[in-house]
């Protein structure tokens, strides 16, 4: 799963930062195994559910708020349960990464029983926050977890992991109508497929700090697979997005107020992708979190459209 932290050279943890100065040191593992500490994975994961529950509201209304919270407390688990299935899996891997050496598990500050335990933890109150739902809802969310249990083991087997990715943390799309609607229909997968192209272009950009030791653990990722042209395809994963989600506002009888937000999206995504420095793993993850913002940009579009709509 993503996280905050620059490449080879840097470690994955901030020292003094608020989980070192106001949570318990026993902890402290546990928040940096479920990367509290790193919120940005949590947005990613949760952006599609609350742009699909926005979509799905009545024409002239604003979106459930109380269903957008319960999807928000179920990212950060579920966000923390995915980590924590990650680090279990990549602990030997993440032992000779001089940026991962230090995480709960390779560090040992968390032993693989322990983490196990965590993991069933944040699975149960994933559990607890699902069955508020209607039933179409639980079914699909305990669906999702084959997608995050395999996403660890993509990156052993293809070129092609962030694609896998995309799928998994973009499902929400998904969740997200069939918590209000109680059944699929064409918006919501047009912004799923939408989501997935993405999840493609960010998590590319993300995995190009990481070209040199993934070529020393010997992982795969879409970083080493498009190399020199990764600009060229992330400008084409976000070009696709964006006209998938416009057609997804179309599909959903949407004011046309919320065109504009869209086409502001897909600028801020293409101009992130333009002035992007691959070689530089700074701006790397400068580009990487910025797909955040045109996330939050696309949701209020929704919102706003949704409202204006009758």
Not at 64 to 88: H, K, Y
Not at 95 to 101: D, I, K, N, P, Y
Not at 250 to 263: C, R
Request: charged fraction near 15%.
């Amino acid at each position: 799963m993503p996280s905050e932290t620059i490449g080879a050279g840097h470690t994955d943890i901030r020292q003094g930062d608020w989980i070192d100065r106001h949570v318990p040191p026993r902890a402290r593992p546990y928040a940096r195994l479920a990367r509290l500490d790193r919120p940005i994975g949590t947005w990613l994961l949760l952006l599609p559910g609350l742009w699909s529950i926005a979509l799905a509201a009545e024409p002239g209304h604003l979106p459930r708020l109380w269903l957008m919270l319960l999807f928000a407390v179920g990212s950060v688990v579920m966000r923390g349960a995915g980590c924590t299935i990650n680090d279990i899996i990549d602990r030997k891997f993440d032992a000779l990464v001089e940026r991962t050496r230090v995480r709960p598990i390779p560090s040992g500050a968390v032993s693989v029983p322990q983490a196990i335990a965590f993991l069933i933890a944040q699975c149960l109150v994933g559990l607890a926050v699902l069955v508020q739902m209607n039933r179409p809802t639980i079914v699909m969310g305990a669906t999702s977890l084959v997608l995050v249990a395999a996403y660890p083991l993509m990156k052993r087997i293809t070129w092609w992991p962030q694609a896998f990715l995309g799928l998994t943390f973009n499902w929400g799309a998904l969740l997200g109508w069939v918590a209000v609607r109680g059944d699929l229909a064409w918006p919501p997968v047009l912004l799923y497929a939408g989501g997935i192209l993405w999840t493609l272009g960010y998590d590319t950009i993300y995995a190009h700090q990481d070209r040199e030791d993934d070529v020393k653990v010997g992982v795969k990722s879409t970083a080493l697979r498009l190399g020199a042209a990764s600009k060229r395809w992330i400008l084409g994963f976000y070009a696709g997005a964006t006209a998938l989600w416009t057609l997804a506002l179309m599909a959903a009888g949407i004011h046309p107020l919320a065109y504009l937000g869209v086409a502001l999206t897909g600028g801020m995504l293409l101009r992130q992708a333009w002035q992007w420095r691959p070689e530089d793993p700074a701006d790397s993850l400068a580009a990487f979190r910025a797909a955040r913002v045109a996330g939050w940009v696309f949701l209020a579009s929704i919102i706003l459209g949704m409202a204006a709509a009758s």
